[in-house]
């Protein structure tokens, strides 16, 4: 379902869910570095990925980390977005949504989850890429 579509809210408003992808080198630590985000909504027929790893401020946070590994990881969390992964691909975007975001106790980790509402919820991935990733700007 798109904004517009006969089947839209009214208000055209959507509802979506999204989580903060995290890079959490030493996890006994609990310290981490936002590395992007998953935007998933059902009425809108989305579920996508944003990855921006800063891979200067993960090693700040342990300079034995293996940054390719995590990029590899981030890279298994775009796949199961567009639907490529092998473990995952016959699930739904739903399922797929809640299988990346499970709790889990290794070196890439989800937020919890969030909601809201948007005309266009496939747009706010850019969004939380700017206020909860990319570097503050002045």
């Not at 300079?63 to 473990?87: E, I, K």
């Not at 995952?88 to 989800?110: D, E, H, I, N, Y």
């Amino acid at each position: 379902m798109r904004p517009g579509d006969a089947r839209t809210p009214a208000g055209g408003l959507l509802a979506y869910e999204w989580c903060v992808l995290r890079v959490v080198p030493r996890v006994e630590r609990c310290e981490f570095v936002n590395a992007g985000a998953v935007v998933y909504s059902r009425s809108g027929d989305v579920l996508v990925a944003g990855v921006e790893l800063d891979a200067t401020r993960a090693l700040a946070l342990d300079a034995g980390l293996d940054v390719t590994a995590v990029r590899r990881h981030l890279d298994v969390v775009t796949a199961v977005c567009v639907g490529t992964h092998p473990a995952t691909a016959a699930m739904p975007p739903g399922a797929r949504f809640r299988w990346l975001t499970a709790a889990r106790s290794t070196v890439v980790q989800a937020s919890p989850v969030h909601t809201g509402l948007s005309l266009d919820p496939s747009a706010e991935l850019q969004r939380l890429l700017d206020s909860m990733v990319r570097p503050l700007r002045d």
